[in-house]
C-alpha cells in the first residue's frame, strides 16, 4: 500500500468512527428527550435486579439514563472512548461495544442490590477505558499502548472512583462489570499475529 493510500485509509477510519460516535451519543440525546417529553416512560427499561422479566432490558439499559445531566456526563467520555476505539475498525468497535453491553447488563442484574433501576451509558464508557487500557499490550501495538497510558492517566482516577463501592451515588457494580467487560474483550477480539514472510 503507497503513502497515499495509507493516508487515505487513515482519514476514512477516522471519519467513520466520528460519524459512528457522534451518531450514537446523538441517539442517547434524542432518547433523553423522548423521555422526558413522555414523564420518563423509557426509565421503566432499566434493569432491575434478578427479576426475570428484565433480562430483556439489559440492553436498552445502556442507551437510556436518568435526565440530561446524566447523559451529559456519559457523552464526552463516551465520545473520547469510542472515537480512539472504533479506529481500529468500526466493524471490531461494534462487537466489542456489543459484548461490554451484554456482559455489563447480565452483571448489574445479577449483583445490583435489590429494588433498583440501573441505566445509563457509563457501562460501556467503562468497558471501553479498560479494552484501550489493555489493547495495546495485547495487539503488541506501540501506539494502542501509548494511547492506553494517556487516557489512564487523564481518566484512571474517576474510573477508580467510580468503582469504589463507597460511592453510593452511582451503580459501582455495573461500572466494574464493565470494566472487567472491557478487557476481556480486548482479549476476544486480539488481533491475528502475521505468519512470518519467508522467501526461497
Known amino acids: 500500500m503507497s503513502t497515499t493510500s495509507l493516508e487515505r485509509s487513515r482519514t476514512d477510519r477516522a471519519k467513520a468512527a466520528g460519524k459512528l460516535m457522534l451518531g450514537w451519543v446523538a441517539l442517547l440525546w434524542a432518547l433523553e428527550a423522548v423521555d422526558f417529553a413522555t414523564g420518563h416512560t423509557l426509565d421503566a427499561y ?5 427479576e426475570p422479566g428484565e433480562l430483556g432490558d439489559i440492553v436498552s439499559a445502556s ?13 464526552v467520555p463516551l465520545l473520547v472512548f469510542g472515537f480512539l476505539a472504533a479506529l481500529g475498525g468500526v466493524r471490531r468497535f461494534l462487537a466489542v461495544a456489543a459484548l461490554i453491553i451484554v456482559a455489563d447488563g447480565i452483571g448489574v442484574w445479577l449483583i445490583s442490590p435489590p429494588d433498583t433501576n440501573t441505566a445509563g451509558a457509563s457501562g460501556l464508557v467503562f468497558g471501553l477505558f479498560g479494552y484501550l487500557l489493555v489493547r495495546g499490550f495485547v495487539d503488541r501495538r506501540l501506539i494502542d499502548v501509548a494511547t492506553g497510558l494517556v487516557i489512564g492517566a487523564i481518566w484512571g482516577g ?3 472512583l467510580g468503582i469504589s463501592p463507597a460511592n453510593t451515588e452511582v451503580s459501582w457494580q455495573g461500572h466494574l462489570v464493565g470494566l472487567v467487560a472491557g478487557v476481556a474483550a480486548a482479549f476476544v477480539f486480539r488481533r491475528p499475529k502475521r505468519a512470518p514472510v519467508l522467501t526461497a
Open 46 to 50: 432499566g434493569i432491575t435486579p434478578r
Open 158 to 160: 474517576s474510573i477508580l
Open 63 to 75: 442507551f437510556l439514563h436518568f435526565g440530561f445531566a446524566h447523559v451529559a456526563a456519559n457523552s
